[in-house]
């Protein structure tokens, strides 16, 4: 069988172009089965005998369909086709969603400000590496106040939380707020 799945094959307009479509049919053709038998329960070894160098060959192809990065996927996840497209649809999301602009300072224990510590960056995963890095440096007690723009919408204020939450794990307690300043 080809590795490779003709782009004419791959649905693309339409109604057919949905997400779980082309997932459905990549999933089809790289392990031979028919798409009427991918429900989210039917389990990936279990039910349809994919072994894990199978795995990793249809997830290079979706990285390849998707344009996705191999280090963010989260294979030890992955049991059923439903894991599949969750993660799917999470990296998908995570893809299109544009990094948020933020302004942030870390403020000591006394009440300084720790100015060498302020950043004005665009929120990555390598930014919050950073700012996690910074955080191993200060002592319990000590704030990071971040900073985004007034436009940002409430999911976009909680993927800033939630990307943080690694410096609040070291003692730091974060303070996001909307600044008076647009993207």
């Known amino acids: 069988m080809s590795s490779a799945l003709p782009a004419e094959r791959i649905p693309r307009t339409g109604a057919a172009s949905t997400l779980d479509a082309r997932l459905a ?4 053709f790289h392990l031979g089965v028919a798409a009427d038998v991918l429900v989210p329960s039917v389990s990936l070894a279990d039910d349809l005998a994919v072994d894990s160098l199978e795995l990793l060959e249809l997830v290079l192809a979706l990285e390849a369909e998707f344009g996705l990065t191999p280090r963010r996927w ?12 969750a993660a799917l649809e999470s990296e998908v999301a995570a893809r299109v969603s544009p990094p948020i602009p933020v302004r942030t300072r ?27 890095d910074d955080a191993r440096r200060l002592a319990a007690g000590s704030r990071l106040d971040v900073v ?24 730091v307690a974060v303070d996001v707020r909307r600044a008076g300043y647009r993207r």
């Open 148 to 171: 985004v723009p007034v436009d940002t919408p409430e999911t976009g204020l909680a993927a800033v939380r939630r990307g943080l939450a690694g410096v609040e794990r070291r003692g």
């Open 74 to 85: 989260r294979l030890e996840h992955v049991r059923t086709y439903g894991d599949l497209r």
């Open 25 to 28: 049919t990549l999933v089809a």
């Open 106 to 132: 870390f403020v000591t224990a006394i009440g300084r400000a720790a100015s060498a510590l302020e950043r004005a960056v665009e929120l990555t995963p390598y930014t919050v590496s950073l700012l996690v």
